[in-house]
Structures are given as C-alpha cells and as structure tokens.
C-alpha cells in the first residue's frame, strides 16, 4: 500500500512544484549578479601601511580656536628637547556673562537630556589628550590625572582653559540650577596634557648656528605618546581636540611626517579605544580644501580606518562652519559654534575663553564639536558594550543626520550631524543615500590616503540580501502552498 509520502502527487501538484523551480532559479539570477557587483564595485584604496612607533620628522600640534587664530607651525627637529617656557599668564575669571545659565543651545539640537534617559556614560573612560583640565566641582570624584608631556608636572594645570572646556562638554555632571550638562556625565575623565598655546619650547635652530628657535608646546611624536599612554591607562574613547596640518605637496616622494601618530592611532583601534579627532579650523597654515582639491592633510584626522574625524557646524543654522577644514575624511559633524562649558577658573560656566595675548572670544571650532562626539562614543560603549570601537564609530556615522541640500556624504559635514537619540536606538538611521567621493591617490603620490567608506558597495549587498530573503520567503509559500493542496487530496482519497 502506498503512503502519503510515495505516491504521485498528480499534475497540478507537479505544475506548482516546477512553477516553485523556476520562481526559484529566476531570483538566484538576479541576486547572483547584485551579490557580485556588491564585492567588486568601487573598492577603496587601501591605507599606507602602518609603521612601528619610531622616529619621524613630528608636526607641530595646534586646534586652538581664539580671537588671533593661532596657527599651526611648520616641521621640528625629533622630539621638543628644550627649555618649556611660558608665554602668557595662565587665564583669570571671565567678565560676567549673563543668560548663560539656559541650556545651550547646541545641548537643545542634539537633544541631549533626551539621550540621557538611555545612556548617561557609566563605566566608560575618556581620554582628553589636551591643554590638561583644571579640577572643577561638577568634573569632582570623575577626573584623573594621566600625566603631562609639557612640563612633568600634573595634567590636573590648565593654564589656557581649552581642555577644561573640552573636558566638561564630555562629562560636566548636572546642576539644577544650570541648563548646561556634559554628554556622558556619569563617564570618567583621564585628562593628560600634552600640547598649550600659552607655552613654547625653545630649540636649537638649524638654520643659524648657537641661536634657538621658538615653537609651540606639543607635537605629533609627544602626541602619539600620549595616545599609548590613553590605552594603557584604561581608556575606552579618546579626544584630539587638536590638529596638525601640512600641505599634501610635502609628502609628495617624501616619508610622511606623522607616521608614529598613524601608528599610535591604530594601535589605539586594534585595542579597541575609539578615537575621535578634529576636522581642524581654518588658520594660515590649515587652508581650506576647495571642491575636487586636496591640497592641505589634517592629522590624525586623515587616518580615517582608525578615527572618528569631526567637523564643526554652524549652531545656529546646522550647517557647516566656514571655519572648519573640508577633507574626504570628515565622518561626522557636531555644533561647534555659541559653546558653553566649565568655567576653568570658577565654579561656575563660561562662554568665552583668552588667547594669549589676553584677549577673550567666544567658544567656538571644531575642537568643542569633537568633545560633542566623544561624549556621544560614551554613551553608544554604554548602551551597547559588545560593539568594537570601529562598530561604535560605525554606529554614530550610520546614525547621523544629513543636513538640507548635501546629498549624503560630502567633504564639509561627512555623513552629517550627529544624532544621539537615534545612535542610542535599536534600529538607528541609516539616511545616507549617496557614496563619499574617493580620494585620488596619484595627488599624494606613493601615499595612499586612507579608505573611505564605500556605501555604493554596501547598498547594493543589502539589494542582493533582500532579494535573497524575498526568494526565501516565495519558495516557503509556495512549498506550503504546494502541502496544503497536497493534503486536500489525500484526505479526499
């Protein structure tokens, strides 16, 4: 006696089985060709490879926004060895500045407090490799002392103010009476100070015999090790809220000039810290990068596998500030205009910071930006500690909101403004619609710039995972289809 399972199943069963083959057949073609194009179309060129830490020509660090815009300086011998002088008295009390108290209004665009209810930074570290961070008492009981590479002493000494401001954009905890909170403030602060504007080096000069020269306090080599030393201190985020800047012209057939920094910022990476740098300010050395042109390099922020690298938007119209530098390697944008942020020298809140020449201008640049996204890098480790640190940078690019007329991806705000509220979401925004324009290795000669995220690559993989699943699912309706006809004539039998 036959059974259910040997029998011929008659011809209308056979009809819909060979109509559920060619369905089938049909849609592996055309997901064949998509999964295919997904693999080859538009692979980005690889990085330079990645030097031991060593010895290279450092470049002068300098992300320092002020009413006289300092600048970047050119190459310095290996290494500051030198006397560390000062050049300006460390900064005093800022004059009164009234309506300060109100929530900044960089704080109400990203929607900070309504991120908080997710992720407030808990058990996250951030490194602000800076200026040092003055002990404030709303950073109290979260602020550690990671070293400082300028005069020995403490990195707790911030005589200019920049990074106590940095410091408390990341992770200043509430005051009931103040509108103003730090983006993680419940995340730990590993301040070490590295660079100053309001102290010089005194070199040997090449140039002329038995004479010094005088540079700026910080460069790449002091700040590659600080970089190690973040990672070895426990950090899980870190902040550059400085840049160096040179023009592609120079490492055109010569050794790039910030190899241990790429280096540092890699090990960084594979260690599982995110870095997150600036995008640099528009000073005489950081010229602009104009449309279809690479003609300045921002470092670290050029190292873009391993960085988060963040430009500064207008607060107040959400576009691009005309100050910050332009480069295929911008991921992110966050405001970087109308700051507030610790008072350096109080209790209280500034909106203002000195130069060393002693005037006082508003906050603004794309330093403070940055210390928005770090604070964000915070919260994400937080929410979701099983992500990678290139996973955490991933997620805020993925999540970020493209602003009015861009297109997508572009030079001036990356994949656009970071939003917090959807980088903390189960299912963020993925809003890009365009992918970033290449850079063009043949500008830099032997040099690969680093490689660019490639969305044209990854749409079409999602393209051929979608057809792919719709396949799936037409061939388990009509096998069940095909069951329950099937079904029907054996109980009629």
Not at 318 to 347: C, H, K, Q
Request: charged residues 15%.
């Amino acid at each position: 006696m036959a059974t259910a399972s040997d029998r011929d199943p008659g011809p209308p069963v056979r009809r819909a089985r060979r109509a559920a083959l060619v369905v089938a057949v049909a849609l592996l073609c055309l997901a064949s060709p998509a999964a295919q194009a997904g693999a080859q179309a538009g692979a980005p060129p690889s990085p330079p490879p990645t030097p031991a830490l060593s010895q290279p020509p450092p470049v002068a660090m300098s992300e320092r926004p002020s009413p006289a815009e300092v600048s970047t300086f050119p190459y310095q011998a290996p290494g500051q060895v030198g006397p560390t002088l000062p050049v300006s008295s460390c900064i005093t009390a800022a004059p009164a500045q009234p309506s300060i108290e109100a929530t900044p209004p960089a704080q109400q665009r990203l929607r900070i407090e309504q991120a908080q209810r997710v992720a407030t930074g808990q058990g996250q570290t951030v490194a602000v490799i800076d200026s040092g961070v003055n002990p404030h008492p709303r950073l109290a009981d979260q602020l550690d002392d990671g070293g400082d590479y300028i005069l020995g002493d403490t990195a707790l000494e911030d005589c200019e103010g920049h990074g106590t401001v940095v410091a408390g954009i990341i992770a200043a905890a509430p005051d009931p009476d103040a509108g103003f909170v730090g983006v993680a403030p419940e995340a730990r602060i590993l301040s070490i100070r590295q660079g100053s504007t309001f102290y010089r080096v005194q070199l040997p000069d090449q140039e002329r015999p038995g004479q010094t020269r005088s540079v700026l306090a910080g460069d790449t080599t002091s700040m590659a090790r600080a970089i190690v030393r973040a990672v070895l201190r426990g950090a899980s985020v870190i902040n550059i809220s400085e840049a160096a800047c040179y023009p592609s012209s120079d490492v055109s057939g010569a050794p790039i000039p910030d190899r241990d920094l790429q280096a540092a910022v890699r090990y960084a990476a594979e260690r599982d810290v995110v870095v997150v740098a600036a995008a640099a300010n528009l000073t005489d050395n950081c010229r602009q990068n104009g449309p279809g042109e690479l003609s300045t390099i921002v470092s670290p922020a050029w190292f873009d596998e391993d960085v988060l690298a963040v430009a500064a938007t207008d607060t107040g119209t959400g576009e691009a500030a005309d100050f910050s530098i332009r480069g295929p390697w911008v991921d992110v944008a966050a405001p970087g205009t109308r700051i507030v942020s610790l008072d350096p020298v109080g209790a209280g809140l500034t909106a203002t910071l000195a130069s060393p020449d002693g005037q006082r201008g508003t906050i603004r640049g794309t330093s403070f930006a940055t210390a928005y996204v770090s604070g964000l890098a915070a919260l994400v480790r937080e929410r979701y500690p099983q992500l990678t640190a290139r996973e955490v940078m991933e997620r805020i690019e993925q999540s970020a909101q493209v602003t009015s007329g861009t297109g997508g991806h572009n030079h001036a705000v990356g994949n656009g403004v970071v939003n917090p509220v959807a980088a903390l979401s189960d299912v963020p925004n993925a809003n890009q619609v365009a992918p970033p324009e290449p850079i063009e290795p043949a500008r830099l000669d032997n040099v690969s710039p680093p490689a660019q995220q490639d969305l044209q690559r990854r749409t079409v993989a999602f393209l051929g995972a979608g057809i792919g699943l719709g396949m799936l699912g037409l061939t388990l309706l009509i096998i069940y289809a095909v069951r329950g006809y099937r079904g029907r004539a054996l109980n009629r039998r």
